[in-house]
């Protein structure tokens, strides 16, 4: 069967519609297309600067941790130093007190050594001075 020309008509007529839709259609795909394109590179300008404050951010935070941790460990060493020398100090002082009570006990036992050698030594002279004729 023969197409009627009314036919003929109203499919040329669709397909002329139809390609001009699609064509409008393609305009306006390519358009989204576009921005979408546009708008993934400002994403990832936005991770790219994104991942760099991250970054500095990270290096700021290790930063401030390192001297934290620093200053923190200086002073908990510090504290450990004064506590060791203070008990080093004691003990020193302790052993200088005794070494100078042990010193001057020995001393004394020197002295009451000699004390004792001469102690009778006034009535040993008067009798050497009696038996030489120097006193009388």
């Keep these: 069967m023969a197409k ?5 008509v109203v499919e040329h007529v669709t397909q002329a519609a ?5 064509k409008s259609v393609d305009k306006r795909f390519d358009a989204v297309d576009k921005r979408l394109d546009t708008m993934d590179k400002k994403f990832d300008d936005l991770i790219a600067v994104l991942g760099e404050t991250i970054a500095k951010a990270v290096i700021t935070i290790e930063t401030n941790l390192a001297r934290r941790l620093r200053e923190e460990l200086g002073a908990d060493l510090a504290r450990q130093l004064r506590a060791s020398h203070e008990r080093l100090r004691d003990e020193l002082g302790r052993d200088i007190t005794s070494q100078i009570l042990a010193s001057e006990e020995r001393i004394r036992g020197e002295i009451r050594g000699v004390d004792d050698q ?13 038996h030489t004729g120097l006193k009388r």
Excluded at 119 to 130: A, G, I, Q, S, Y
């Design 18 to 22: 139809f390609r001009k839709h699609a």
């Design 4 to 8: 009627s020309r009314v036919r003929k």
């Design 118 to 130: 001469y102690r009778d030594l006034p009535e040993r002279v008067t009798k050497l001075e009696v």
